[in-house]
């Protein structure tokens, strides 16, 4: 992993509008900081290395260093990448019933590890009026109130960051794909430091094809005259082509053109749709609403599944074939997209004289994404 | 009791250049004297004021120039003598009644007095008031010394009541601020009665109503005044010549230039070849006088400081005069020879001389100046221009900087003049994006606050000081309130006139002169205007910017008040609220984490870097123990504890 500091984290990923405000950088020092979903840097800092560049996902991320310290083997650019299972999912019957995505999978391995000690505390995402709002939760009860997609994009590492400072060990976090890339960097110690303690015991991915800048979907609820509290908000399948906000005062769809637009510039070259360097990813599952695809990456995502199944937190089934064929036919899509795009930047495997790269990867991962 | 009062006719004192003009306004029976601070005028009211407790004297702090004008005025009118005191900037303040008022003419002796600062050495501009004279049509009057200074300043109320008009007698830093000595003259014991008369004639000087117009007619009796002015200068003991009688070259000089002037003959060893005129009366110029000495030579080298006022008004002279005195050769300004700005000092004025006498003058020894610079390079440790340890304005500026920052639509702050004017600098964090007069930087928010319409939508700040907030910020504040501008006012509310020495203002319980005074309430008074306010304490930075980040994201006008006292007023001085600590283990210093924030960011004087052992420690002779790096530091080594 190539090394460098803030100047060139400013430059390559603010300058070029690749920051997605995951808040890896943020709160590691007094000079990143997030508000209302944006990453703000305070004051300059003139240090060569720094821990914000080594954690950020969208500046020198060395997949194969990256896939084979989470994972054993260097990055091999498979559809839905390194896992060991895949389910589909819902809460069980031990799970209270709150206002879940799909069927409430992420909610119950969370309270399950909770309860059960597994994790010390989870870093979730919350709201607060229409930002998401990352918090360190201690309860399955708190949990269940960070429940639903946000769709935002939200400085979750932040939190992450904080409260490792403070001390906090044995964090369970929710992570978008890009989350999981740079927690996956962060517990590579990368910047060799003397005192690190790993301050991440679980990590569950979710599927994410794009996420949304919080400030502007702030700005078009407002301009579309949604009003309320959100309650949920939805991309249906294709051929739908809309977004579904449903607030308590009812439902606002928004033709997905227009949605298309805040997409944060950074989250065209995320080659990552299933969170692949999470211990457990979960996302939709393709016209079943009240369940979730399960895929389980890590041993340690193993045993939490068979726990949160025997205890009841959790119901598993079998996924169809046809359906996990779909799911690695989107995945890979985004993949062949993203590094396209990636490419087309210059950003993917830059030669040293030409600058930094966004990623690198081993020409036969990229054969094999884009043959 | 001071000297300044108590000094006897006959003594001789070491004064200030500000007390040996106080001195000469007492020696003249001045009643009312009215100001407001401004470096390097302010000890001319503030030594009036204690002297005020002695005798039969108004003094004031005035909430701006133009209001200290209007009351020395109505004394004036009142047939007492008064002055009215300001820095430069002040008279552009003053300047519209001043227009006004040169038309009406006044009773009493009444002084201006501006004090210039060359070179800008407390000022964010080099105005200068000299030009002001010849606006408003007024005589100006330029001491070259410290006796001038004080007799000069009496004379300055009797030619104003022989004309019955302002009479401007301007000062420079270098003659404010330096000491001198100055022998003293009577102190009148006189009781003179106010009383404004108004029945007569609408034209009677004296007894009628005071008005402006009927304007072309007023307007040519202030020229007929300005003609007695100088018939006067002609014979004026303050127009002085010392040299040969048919010099090689003719120095012409005001002002604290002449200093540097007799300095620079001495250095070029020139006493033979060059004479000096040195002018107390600078306008209009005694033409005779002038004429009397271009006849005795060809060359004329102009020294004067700043903008060549002087040596314009001569040369038009001069070419009036030309049939008589012949043409003459200037040097001065407009040839090179004399910079056309900042300062001078002896040396800049005898490289000029000695330029013209085809001398060669090295100003130092080059081996010298070389090793000066290398002294200092090693061994002078770098000092930027910063605010106090302990001063609330760093802490203000940490929070606004960090909100705009984080806020994140490049949001920007509009400034004025206070020592946090100093925000434009790394010591404010470059905070200040525009800075200009007293008021401006609210009055330019409104206007920013009003593009919207064009697609601006960065969110505009100002910042305010106190004494500037009753000084001029209320009227830009009342603007954008009834424009609806959408901007954010923020008051740094440090109890005082902080950057000139704690001079009081309408916002304190005290007046210039000591005694007890309703204090006017800014936080009510923004309210009552109709806009939201709040305070808070600087040296709270959370508070302080979740508050900032709330109003921030509100239309209309807010108005943040950071309240806290000036880390060098009387009542904090020395008295430390925290004592500090630095815990060494604890201390990330150059760490990936920190890397110096406290020493390389924030720089506050009362903390130190140390080298060696690469941690943060605390100055404890420079701490004012504010406790606000307590409150910065990003890993928590930095401790207060309550001070004993």
């Not at chain 2, 806020?407 to 200009?436: Q, W």
Request: charged share 20%; glycine share 8%; with cysteine.
């Amino acid at each position: 992993m190539k090394l460098f500091a803030q100047t060139q984290l400013l430059e390559d990923v603010q300058g070029k509008g690749l920051c997605v405000g995951c808040g890896a950088c943020v709160d590691l020092c007094p000079y990143f900081t997030t508000y209302r979903g944006k990453t703000a840097m305070l004051f300059p800092c003139d240090r060569e290395t720094g821990r914000c560049f080594a954690y950020c996902p969208k500046a020198e991320v060395d997949y194969d260093a990256v896939y084979q310290f989470r994972t054993g083997r260097p990055f091999q650019g498979t559809p839905i990448g390194p896992h060991i299972e895949v389910f589909k999912a819902r809460a069980g019957e031990k799970q209270t019933e709150c206002s879940f995505q799909c069927g409430g999978t992420v909610t119950a391995l969370i309270s399950c590890a909770l309860d059960n000690k597994i994790i010390n505390g989870a870093v979730l995402t919350g709201s607060d009026e229409r930002m998401p709002k990352p918090m360190l939760v201690r309860t399955a009860d708190q949990a269940q109130q960070c429940a639903g997609s946000k769709y935002s994009a939200s400085p979750t590492l932040a939190v992450m960051n904080k409260e490792a400072k403070r001390g906090v060990r044995k964090m369970g976090i929710v992570a978008t794909p890009c989350q999981a890339t740079a927690i996956a960097q962060m517990k590579m110690n990368p910047t060799d430091k003397e005192d690190f303690e790993d301050p991440v015991s679980l990590v569950i991915g979710l599927f994410c094809t794009w996420a949304l800048d919080a400030r502007k979907l702030e700005a078009l609820l407002e301009e579309k005259g949604i009003q309320g509290t959100i309650i949920k908000a939805d991309v249906p399948p294709p051929p739908a082509e809309v977004f579904v906000v449903e607030t308590d005062q009812g439902v606002t769809e928004i033709p997905l053109s227009e949605v298309r637009k805040i997409i944060p510039e950074g989250c065209s070259i995320c080659p990552d749709m299933t969170s692949e360097l999470a211990d457990i990813s979960v996302g939709q599952v393709e016209g079943e609403t009240g369940y979730n695809t399960l895929i389980v990456r890590t041993e340690k995502g193993a045993e939490l599944v068979k726990m949160a199944r025997s205890q009841g937190y959790l119901v598993t089934e079998n996924l169809d074939g046809d359906k996990v064929h779909n799911l690695a036919q989107a995945s890979g899509n985004k993949k062949k997209r993203a590094l396209a795009q990636a490419q087309e930047k210059g950003l993917l495997n830059t030669p040293d004289d030409a600058g930094r790269a966004a990623m690198r990867m081993s020409q036969d991962a990229l054969n094999k994404i884009q043959p | 009791m001071s000297q300044l009062y108590e000094g006897k006719k006959g003594e001789k004192c070491l004064f200030m250049g500000n007390q040996a003009i106080a001195r000469g306004a007492l020696e003249a029976g001045v009643s009312v004297a009215a100001g407001y601070p401004g470096t390097p005028s302010s000890e001319i009211i503030e030594n009036l004021a204690e002297v005020s407790k002695e005798t039969n004297l108004y003094v004031e702090w005035s909430t701006n120039e133009k209001i200290a004008a209007e009351v020395a005025a109505a004394a004036s009118f009142a047939g007492l003598r008064s002055m009215c005191v300001m820095k430069q900037n002040g008279v552009n303040v003053a300047s519209d009644f001043l227009l006004h008022l040169v038309l009406s003419g006044t009773r009493g002796g009444m002084v201006l007095v501006p004090c210039d600062d060359p070179g800008a050495l407390s000022s964010i501009n080099e105005g200068e008031a000299r030009h002001f004279a010849k606006l408003l049509e007024i005589p100006l009057l330029e001491p070259g010394d410290f006796q001038e200074a004080k007799d000069m300043m009496k004379w300055a109320f009797e030619l104003s009541e022989e004309i019955r008009n302002l009479v401007m007698f301007r000062s420079v830093t270098r003659l404010s601020h330096a000491s001198g000595s100055v022998e003293l003259g009577e102190i009148p014991q006189t009781d003179p009665k106010a009383q404004f008369n108004y029945n007569g004639f609408i034209l009677d000087p004296m007894e009628g109503p005071i008005v402006s117009a009927p304007v072309a007619y007023k307007h040519g009796l202030q020229q007929d005044k300005l003609k007695k002015a100088q018939e006067l200068f002609e014979v004026s003991p303050f127009n002085t010549y010392v040299g040969p009688e048919n010099p090689e070259i003719l120095l012409i000089t005001s002002s604290g230039a002449t200093l540097y002037s007799r300095e620079a003959i001495q250095l070029c060893n020139a006493k033979d070849k060059v004479g000096l005129l040195k002018l107390g009366t600078t306008f209009p110029l005694p033409a005779k006088l002038i004429e009397k000495h271009l006849k005795t030579t060809d060359k004329i080298l102009v020294v004067e400081e700043v903008l060549p006022f002087m040596e314009e008004n001569l040369k038009v002279l001069a070419q009036e005069l030309a049939p008589r005195v012949g043409q003459k050769t200037f040097f001065g300004k407009r040839s090179g020879n004399i910079p056309i700005t900042g300062e001078l000092n002896p040396d800049l004025v005898a490289t000029a001389l000695a330029g013209i006498l085809g001398q060669t003058y090295a100003p130092q020894n080059p081996e010298y100046t070389t090793k000066a610079t290398q002294q200092a390079f090693f061994n002078a440790p770098t000092r930027d221009l910063t605010f106090c340890p302990g001063c609330p304005h760093r802490a203000s500026f940490w929070s606004i900087h960090n909100v705009l920052a984080e806020d994140n639509r490049e949001g920007f702050v509009c400034g004025d003049i206070g020592c946090y004017s100093m925000a434009f600098l790394p010591s404010g964090f470059s905070t200040l994006k525009t800075l200009h007069a007293m008021g401006s930087g609210t009055g330019v928010a409104s206007g920013f606050g009003k593009l919207g319409q064009f697609g601006l939508n960065q969110p505009v700040v100002s910042v305010c000081g106190d004494s500037t907030f009753f000084h001029s910020g209320m009227p830009a504040l009342v603007n954008a309130i009834h424009h609806k501008s959408d901007i954010t006012m923020v008051i740094l509310d440090n109890s005082g006139t902080g950057m000139t020495g704690f001079q009081s203002h309408p916002g304190l319980a005290v007046d210039a002169q000591g005694n007890e005074a309703p204090a006017l309430d800014i936080p009510t008074i923004c309210r009552a205007f109709g806009a939201t306010v709040e305070i808070c304490d600087p040296f709270y930075p959370f508070k302080t910017q979740q508050i900032f980040h709330r109003l921030l994201e509100m239309p209309g006008v807010k108005v943040l008040i950071m309240r806290q006292i000036c880390a060098l007023s009387p009542e904090k001085k020395r008295k430390k609220a925290f004592e500090m600590s630095v815990d060494k283990e604890i201390c990330l210093g150059e760490n990936c984490g920190c890397n110096k924030l406290c020493t390389r960011v924030f720089r506050c004087p009362g903390l130190r870097w140390d080298d060696e052992t690469k941690v943060a420690t605390i100055d404890e002779v420079i701490c004012a123990g504010c406790g606000m790096c307590a409150a910065i530091c990003p890993s928590g080594a930095i401790t207060r504890k309550e001070a004993a």
